[in-house]
């Protein structure tokens, strides 16, 4: 504010061709001002995130096995892992397991989140205690939650599978069972995260403003018309950012399938990080996986900027 | 942990001290001369001051075994007696192989001493990832005259040695495949015995099923091992001529009848989720009777005989793994302790190795643990190790020797230390999942891992046939 008074009374005073000369190199001080306080933290990221990411484009270029001290820095063929890309059916059967594995952990996730969410959002005590204990297989590590998994999936030792024999039924082993087995992994990741949809929704609720419910409710509307003409339409914005958030992680599920079923059987729940993964870490095929890792980011970052244009920058959408 | 060891070593101590003039005491007292020996022979100078490899924490890793729940409880004398401190990982097969695989590809310092995984052999040895153990032989001052190299059974070292013939490791395991009957009275109650080929083999599963809900088969989930010898009984082949040519085989009659072959024993014969079984789990289906057959090293059948929690002690009967119409193959392996290129306690993992796998600790494993795994000629050779072998009556020593001779005559397990292998067993595991599952038949499964297996090769720079 000072600045600019300054500004006005020197074109009063007719100085006008100096006082511009001094206001642009004002303005270039400001901006190399602002430039150095952010280039700390850009060259952080850069060096965090940028080339690493870059680094690892550069190996997908290359056939890098570490095993073969001469695959390392050969560019001589630099789309030839790519070329293997397009060519893996194995990968591309991957690509598919990802998408029903996101598909149905994400719906079954939004769904769930939401239903439990309205019926958890009632000032009781009793409820209150309860929403914490359902925040707590999202707070567990994931490493955990795999083994308790894992549990309750091994015949031998799961109670689930004493219950259901006792009751006079078998229940085969869900996790070698191919017909199970993505099922299994869907159903321990959708109890695992529909708690991070529930508190969103819950959240966005708790400042739902009463009138909207009170006027519908003046006008005569039934309970299930309050659910999806009033309510459901409010958090549309909130469980549009809470799906497409769990989409995106959706893609990096990995402690689950990696403790659960290792991919198998056969190949039923081989996600395609985790394909990766055995490519790198198995056989040190760190070229070919490097390239699959550039098409899952460039997956990934298609998901982000859709979330972006969907949701803006911080806007709420409802 | 540390005060537990303690406790550990002033206890074994205590026994030494109480206990009257016998064999086991002839051993103890054998192998603490041995470390003190291997102390001094070590550096003489030092004698009198401080012990040579005070201050020094190795760092070793290897997959879990019962090996190594037995070592653990001598490893306090070891330190005690070097000043060394040892931190000994053990994880399971896959994640230890996985792990040490790419510390190694990094040549660092974070271990001092693996084991050398039997897949993992010719791949580790061909890049330069383990240190080569000759110079640790032919100095004097590292290795005393009667630690005797040439004491380890030949086969077991073939693995573990480079075309030189030098050594990169030395065994603690040779891992000879038999057969176990955990539950053999219920194949006497239907008036059967042991199966010896692969017919009687289904039949005895078919005539058993359902009996005092024992599940007649089991297995772990490592098919690339277990299913070799159904593969090769059957007359199909791993790779056309390991190791110079690595062409797969399988798109073959022979391995698509091996694979159904498997698959439904597994299938039909196991019990629930045997497929996601770990060795552990399997043996434990074993042990506690829930399950009857299985073929597998001897190291995971002793157990059924000998561990105290064993409930089939009583019942449990070996034999030969079954022979097909082109004979029988059973297995066999070794696992070894070596040294990463990039340790910076070189000297004091080969003390820890010469200790671990010398005359008297493995004498001391059989005696007190029945270890069956040996692999130093002279211990095999001794009326100890037949008395410890013999089980239920059986001569179960007789059975592994057989196996190691077997395995070493024909020279068909040479498919296995080729440096691609694991990557090529990968396809085979996925194979045999598919079948066992009903996903694919034997033949669409072996062709397809067949395809699989051949751009993978192709990947890592293998020449493979045309066609």
């Not at chain 2, 000879?176 to 009275?185: E, V």
């Amino acid at each position: 504010m000072q600045r600019s008074g300054e500004l006005t009374a020197e074109r009063a005073t007719g100085h006008t061709a100096p006082a511009a000369g001094l206001a642009r190199r004002f303005e270039e001080q400001r901006r190399r001002f602002y430039s150095n306080l952010l280039l700390p933290a850009l060259v952080a990221l850069m060096v965090v995130t940028l080339l690493p990411t870059i680094y690892l484009v550069v190996v997908s270029l290359t056939p890098l096995d570490l095993a073969r001290p001469e695959t390392h820095w050969d560019f001589s063929r630099p789309f030839a892992q790519y070329e293997n890309v397009l060519n893996d059916s194995r990968l591309h059967n991957s690509l598919w397991v990802q998408a029903k594995l996101s598909f149905w952990s994400v719906l079954l996730q939004v769904v769930l989140g939401f239903v439990f969410a309205l019926l958890l959002n009632v000032s009781s005590k009793v409820l209150m205690a309860l929403r914490t204990v359902f925040l707590i297989p999202m707070v567990l590590p994931p490493i955990v939650v795999a083994i308790i998994w894992k549990v309750l999936y091994t015949p031998d030792i799961s109670p689930f599978h004493w219950a259901t024999e006792a009751l006079g039924f078998v229940v085969p082993s869900l996790i070698t069972d191919p017909n199970w087995a993505l099922t299994a992994i869907i159903i321990a990741d959708v109890w695992e995260w529909f708690p991070f949809v529930m508190l969103m929704v819950l959240a966005s609720l708790q400042m739902m403003p009463s009138e909207y419910i009170e006027a519908a409710k003046v006008d005569g509307a039934s309970v299930l018309q309050l659910t999806f003409y009033v309510t459901l339409p409010y958090l549309k914005g909130v469980l549009l950012v809470a799906a497409l958030f769990r989409l995106v992680d959706s893609i990096k599920a990995f402690p689950l399938i990696y403790i659960l079923t290792d991919g198998g059987p056969g190949t039923v729940t081989e996600v395609t990080n985790f394909y990766s993964f055995i490519q790198a870490f198995n056989f040190s095929y760190l070229g070919f996986s490097s390239a699959i890792t550039v098409v899952l980011v460039v997956i990934t970052i298609f998901l982000s900027w859709l979330i972006i244009r969907m949701v803006g920058w911080g806007q709420r959408v409802d | 942990m540390d005060l537990d060891r303690q406790n550990r070593s002033s206890g074994a101590r205590a026994t030494l001290g109480a206990a009257r003039l016998h064999r086991r005491q002839l051993l103890q007292s054998a192998l603490a001369g041995s470390a003190a020996l291997a102390v001094g022979l070590r550096a003489p100078a030092v004698l009198g001051q401080a012990k040579q490899f005070a201050g020094v924490t190795l760092q070793g890793a290897s997959f879990a075994s019962t090996f190594f729940g037995y070592l653990e409880n001598y490893i306090p004398e070891f330190e005690e007696a070097t000043g060394m401190k040892v931190n000994f990982e053990t994880n399971a097969f896959p994640v230890f192989n996985q792990r040490t695989d790419l510390e190694l590809s990094t040549q660092g310092s974070a271990l001092d001493v693996i084991n050398v995984t039997f897949i993992y052999s010719g791949r580790w040895i061909g890049a330069g990832w383990v240190e080569n153990l000759k110079p640790y032989l032919e100095d004097p001052n590292l290795t005393p005259d009667d630690w005797d190299p040439q004491d380890f059974v030949g086969g077991t070292m073939a693995s573990l040695s480079d075309a030189n013939g030098d050594p990169y490791g030395f065994p603690w395991e040779a891992g000879a495949m038999i057969m176990a009957a955990a539950r053999a009275d219920l194949l006497e109650q239907k008036g059967l015995g042991l199966p010896t080929t692969f017919d009687e083999l289904m039949n005895v599963c078919d005539q058993t099923k359902g009996m005092e809900r024992v599940a007649p088969f089991t297995a772990d989930k490592l098919h690339h091992w277990n299913w070799i010898p159904y593969l090769m009984g059957f007359g199909g082949t791993v790779f056309k001529d390991p190791p110079a040519n690595l062409t797969p085989t399988w798109d073959t009659p022979q391995a698509a009848e091996a694979a159904d072959f498997y698959g439904r024993l597994l299938s039909e014969y196991g019990p629930p989720g045997v497929l996601s079984f770990t060795d552990d789990q399997a043996m434990q289906s074993q042990k506690t009777g829930r399950a009857n057959m299985r073929t597998q090293a001897i190291t995971w059948m002793v157990p059924l005989a000998k561990d105290p929690d064993s409930r089939v002690k009583d019942t449990v009967r070996y034999g030969l793994v079954p022979s097909g119409p082109s004979g029988a193959f059973p297995g066999s392996n070794s696992h070894g302790f070596g040294i990463p290129v990039g340790s910076k306690n070189k000297e004091a993992a080969w003390e820890f190795i010469k200790w671990a796998v010398g005359k008297q600790t493995t004498l001391r494993m059989l005696e007190q643990h029945g270890y069956p795994s040996i692999c130093r000629r002279s211990i095999i050779d001794t009326e100890l190790f037949k008395e410890t072998l013999t089980l239920n009556g059986q001569d179960v020593a007789s059975l592994y020797l057989e196996v190691l001779e077997l395995g070493g005559k024909g020279g068909y397990m040479k498919y296995r230390t080729v440096p691609q292998f694991p990557q090529v067993g990968d396809k085979l595991n996925k194979a045999i999942e598919k079948v066992a599952t009903g996903q694919a038949t034997g033949l669409e499964a072996m062709a397809e891992a067949q395809a699989e297996a051949v751009a993978d090769l192709k990947k890592s720079g293998v020449q493979i046939d045309a066609g």
